[in-house]
């Protein structure tokens, strides 16, 4: 007979401590959805501290289901209160994390993505059993705002001031006048960020999901861009055209696609010789235990709810995941025809891959 195994009752005390700080950010998911979706900290971060029968007031909700959400809230730290004055306050760096959507650590996105993977999970469930993926379309409707909203502040910092200029040549080359393809646009972001910083140059965004590109369509009207200079088409990273590109970029979408060395073998026939492929993917190490951090723990969620999934329900389903490491995806890159990876920039979130012919 086995013998029964001790525990370390410091040990089981700090991880029951873990799983509860788990189990608090779980429950708050949907209270920041509400916090967002109400306007709640727009409210608190533009006219200042309230108590719950004030913020009542100014926004004509409910005080008693406001009075619940603020002391959640105040438990959580994501508000300061004053005990005096019993009023509650959206402090800068929470706002910054909730309302500002133009911050570098905006993060509503995330925990709007957090929440629809509830919303996919019996899905997911039935892809263990079958080992079948779950196209991008099937997932949660609300995922794909979900994930442009968690991805573009990243982009809004980093695309234009610093991973166009580590790149070779590149700024040189969109100022005077490039085409460029973006693959798997989504919603559009990226493209029109590029778009906006380089007028000489022409671009088309590719998406394989029709709803994403209706939406990255709308958001160009918005811009005022010109059709004729920026426009997105629905096609897959092995099917899409329009050939001799200076450019081909793939913000956080090569995992997510079933057959990533033909979508590379595809994007090298597509460039110039002297043409440029910018891969950025999910920040990762090449050795797994390397990834047990705050980030790795986020991504490897995420690929197991959302990016594994999308992957195998297309052909081959090589299914990268959201945490391949550099290693991995130039070894991908390499055999789809290029010769040449380097890590051109890097934040704590992404890496930047240059990719040459």
Known sequence: MEAMQTFDE??????VGQVLADLGGAYSAALVKIGDRLGLYRELNNRGPATSLEL??????????????????AASNYLAYDRTTKRFRL??????????EDSPVYMIGGFENAFTTFENEPKVSEGFRTGEGVAWGDQAHCMFCAVAKFFRPGYVHNLVQHWLPALDGMVEKLERGARVADLGCGHGHSTL???????????????F????????????????????????EQA???????????????????????DPIGTATHVRNQLKPDGTWMVVEPMAADELSDNFNPVGRLFY????????????????????????????????????????VRRAAETPFNIVLEVRP
């Open 10 to 15: 410091d040990k089981l005390n700090a991880f």
């Open 56 to 73: 009542s007031e100014r926004t004509g909700y409910s005080e008693r289901y406001l009075r619940e959400w603020l002391a959640h809230h």
């Open 91 to 100: 402090p800068p760096e929470q706002a910054m994390v909730f309302a500002d």
């Open 193 to 207: 960020l590029m778009a906006a910083a380089f007028p000489n140059s022409t671009f088309i965004g590719y998406d």
């Open 209 to 232: 999901h029709g709803g994403s590109i209706d939406s990255a369509n709308a958001h160009r009207d918005e811009h005022g861009l010109a059709p004729d200079r920026v426009r997105f």
């Open 236 to 258: 897959t990273a092995t099917d899409f055209d329009g050939g001799d590109f200076d450019l081909v970029t793939c913000f956080d979408a090569l995992h997510d696609m079933g």
């Open 301 to 340: 969620a995420a690929s197991t709810s959302i990016c594994v999934p999308t992957a195998l329900a297309q052909r081959t389903g090589f299914a990268l995941g959201a945490q391949a490491g550099e290693r991995k995806l130039t070894a991908v890159i390499k055999e789809g025809g290029f010769s040449k």
